[in-house]
């Protein structure tokens, strides 16, 4: 009955089929065997190969070479000592972006239940709880939060490894940029950009961030809690990369019925005048009155030094107080309080609108797309006309 059964076939396709399925069963059985078969069910490979020698014996089955199947000195083939994946990171970053084991799963296009277990994987490698609840919601531990600034600069790299310039698609970014802004910076300018983000890559995320004249730029960059940064700096850290997005005329504000308001200033008059000054002698701006034409300030102690610079125009209705900021800042808030913007009687350079970033970024695709809006976004009302004067360099 056999022979006639096996008459109807071609013997040596049958033979052939027969060997590779046993080849085959027996690879996975020596993977399970040594513990290599990872929770997906796909071989995990130390080292990037797998030193399994098959081959066909004179009968034609399979014959099995183990001499190269353990490492050098005898040790047992085991799994990586790192168990992090790229996938676990970003249900890590997920989680923690959205406070909410169900909302993550539906962004992540998960089950409930399969995120809930990698965030207990990922309890268990951290040794921390990560996440704790808190009302209505699950907030992130201090090393979660810790974690999630690394996690998003790896998984960043990662991508950028796969990604031509010629690849890199906005609508498909899924990740959060933090944009830091200077106290000094208009509040309008960024409106626009903000909106083309959204348009561009709605699934992206962006985090604005004060930076308050003692903020460590350099080292929020340096970490990933910063990506991208604008304002008005004399000095900028030696670590950081930078260019210029405009220039701009630096002016007073003052109540609008200031005696400055009704009659142009000369130096004498800005010297005794009480100035409202921000942290460290005005931090991102040098005292015109201490720097131009070589004049000193004679009534220093006629002026309130200040703990928050975006406080300053709010005190000055009603006052004879004067505050020194850039046009943009100044017209800006003098078309939403009773301000007067009062030009520098005297030649004075122009304030440099920058935009910074970190050297570690600088070939990130993401990084370099967010440069870019920033620097195509509007600059009107930084200078007295249509628009302002961009700079060259």
């Known amino acids: 009955m056999i022979f006639i059964l096996f008459s109807q076939f071609d013997l040596q396709k049958v033979f052939k089929f027969y060997q590779k399925i046993s080849t085959f069963f027996i690879y996975v059985l020596i993977l399970c065997v040594d513990g290599v078969v990872g929770a997906d069910g796909c071989p995990e490979l130390p080292g990037g190969s797998f030193g399994l020698a098959i081959s066909c014996n004179f009968s034609g089955f399979p014959s099995l070479d183990l001499h190269d199947m353990r490492p050098q000195g005898g040790e047992r083939l085991r799994v990586l000592d790192n168990p992090l994946t790229a996938f676990n990171l970003r249900v890590l970053c997920t989680l923690i972006e959205e406070g909410n084991v169900t909302n993550a799963a539906r962004r992540l296009n998960l089950s409930q239940p399969a995120t809930s277990l990698i965030l207990k994987q990922l309890r268990d490698i951290f040794r921390d709880e990560l996440l704790v609840r808190s009302g209505g919601r699950m907030v992130p531990t201090d090393h979660a939060q810790a974690l999630y600034r690394t996690a998003q600069h790896v998984l960043s790299e990662l991508n950028e490894l796969i990604l031509r310039p010629e690849e890199f698609e906005p609508q498909t970014l899924d990740q959060t940029m933090t944009i830091g802004v200077a106290d000094t910076v208009s509040p309008g300018l960024l409106g626009t950009v903000l909106r083309q983000a959204s348009l561009q890559a709605p699934a992206a995320r962006f985090v604005l961030q ?19 940064a604008i304002g008005h700096w004399l000095q900028m850290p030696v670590g950081l990369k930078r260019t210029i997005l405009a220039e701009e005329e630096v002016v007073w504000l003052v109540d ?26 005005s931090a991102w701006l040098p005292s015109v009155l201490e720097t131009a034409a070589g004049l000193q300030r004679t009534a220093r102690d006629q002026r309130i030094v200040l703990c928050d610079y975006l406080m300053a125009p709010h005190l000055l209705p009603g006052t004879d107080l004067v505050l020194t900021a850039g046009y943009g800042f100044a017209t800006h808030h003098a078309g939403l309080l009773p301000l007067s913007v009062i030009k520098c009687p005297f030649p004075y350079p122009r304030s440099q609108l920058t935009m910074a970033w970190h050297e570690r970024t600088d ?26 004067m961009r700079a060259t360099g």
């Open 363 to 388: 070939h990130s695709l993401a990084q370099k797309w967010v440069r870019g809006l920033l620097s195509a976004m509007p600059l009107y009302g930084l200078a007295p006309g249509s628009e302002p």
């Open 256 to 281: 609008r019925n200031h005696r400055f308001a009704h009659s142009s200033p000369s130096l004498e008059d800005l010297s005794g005048a009480r100035h409202l000054m921000a942290p460290g002698g």
């Open 210 to 228: 004060r930076l308050p004249a003692d903020f460590d730029l350099e080292g929020a960059m340096a970490n990933g809690a910063v990506d991208v």
